[in-house]
């Protein structure tokens, strides 16, 4: 089983977004795919409700989860039992870590929604990564917030891996608003200072569009969605899924 984390320090950057549409694409070719939102807010349990088949809490306390032996996207979601993961981090992280091991036959792929906040959840979706996506919106806080979550990736390899490395996939600018000079040189600053961890330093970008935010209320992928603004989220956010899955399955599980 291959598992993406995809992390940031900072709300509202389109993790959840994200993280849902990478779920649906690897799904689409029969592939298992397995997502868990870390995240006690559930917004990607609200949009992946019909796959779900257990809670993520069950993955730090028990009980043990039964999975199922289907292809599509199959939900362990997210709620405010996760809130209690800190209070207990030792016992939850090595417990997490040994439940996603007892599901690794069981899925091809593994999507990791994180919350915003570092914390034990994070601690634990890095310690089980195969890889890091890093989505950023182009705002001064969540560009200081890069080498802080560079720094954290390092801790967990370091203490929780026996130095084993997390395949840095790369920074994603997401929510990009094209007409904003201010935007535009956010871009050109972060090409500037962090151009080698960009995933797509030709200028790919995820930019601010009505569909994305339409296709999590329908829960539906936003290319199945046949409105002209879909269709051009659509054919954007694909291009930036096939990198991720070729990156995926050129690793070791």
Same mark, same amino acid.
């Given at each position: ?10 709300? /509202? ?39 779900? =088949? /257990? ?7 028990? +009980?043990?989860?039964? +999975?199922?032996?289907?292809?599509? &996207? ?21 417990? =997490?870590?040994?439940?996603? #091991? /007892?599901?690794?036959?069981? =899925? ?6 994180? +919350? ?83 995933? =797509?330093?030709?200028?790919? &970008? ?26 051009? #989220? ?11 899955? #070729? ?5 070791? #599980?």
């Amino acid at each position: 089983m291959k598992v993406l984390a995809i992390n940031n320090q900072k709300g /509202g950057v389109g993790k959840t977004m994200l993280a849902v549409h990478v779920a649906w694409y690897l799904a689409e070719n029969g592939a298992r795919v397995l997502c868990v939102d870390l995240d006690p807010q559930g917004n990607a349990s609200f949009t992946l409700a019909a796959g779900q =088949f /257990g809670d993520a809490r069950q993955l730090f306390f028990g +009980p043990a989860i039964c +999975p199922p032996n289907a292809p599509g &996207v199959h939900l362990l979601a997210g709620d405010r039992g996760l809130d209690a993961v800190d209070f207990r981090l030792q016992e939850a992280v090595l417990e =997490f870590r040994g439940a996603m #091991a /007892g599901l690794a036959p069981h =899925f091809d792929y593994a999507v990791l929604d994180t +919350p915003p906040t570092w914390g034990g959840r994070n601690y634990a979706a890095l310690m089980v990564a195969s890889c890091l996506l890093a989505p950023i919106d182009l705002e001064t806080y969540a560009l200081q917030g890069v080498r802080q979550l560079l720094a954290q990736k390092a801790a967990v390899e370091r203490q929780a891996r026996q130095g084993r490395p997390i395949d840095f996939l790369g920074l994603l600018p997401s929510r990009f608003q094209s007409q904003s000079p201010r935007q535009r040189q956010s871009l050109a600053d972060l090409l500037r200072a962090e151009g080698s961890r960009v995933m =797509f330093p030709e200028f790919g &970008v995820l930019t601010q569009r009505q569909g994305y935010a339409e296709a999590l209320d329908l829960k539906a992928p936003v290319w199945t969605i046949r409105k002209t603004a879909a269709q051009d #989220a659509g054919r954007e956010i694909r291009k930036v899924l096939a990198t991720i899955k #070729a990156r995926l399955d050129g690793i070791p #599980a």
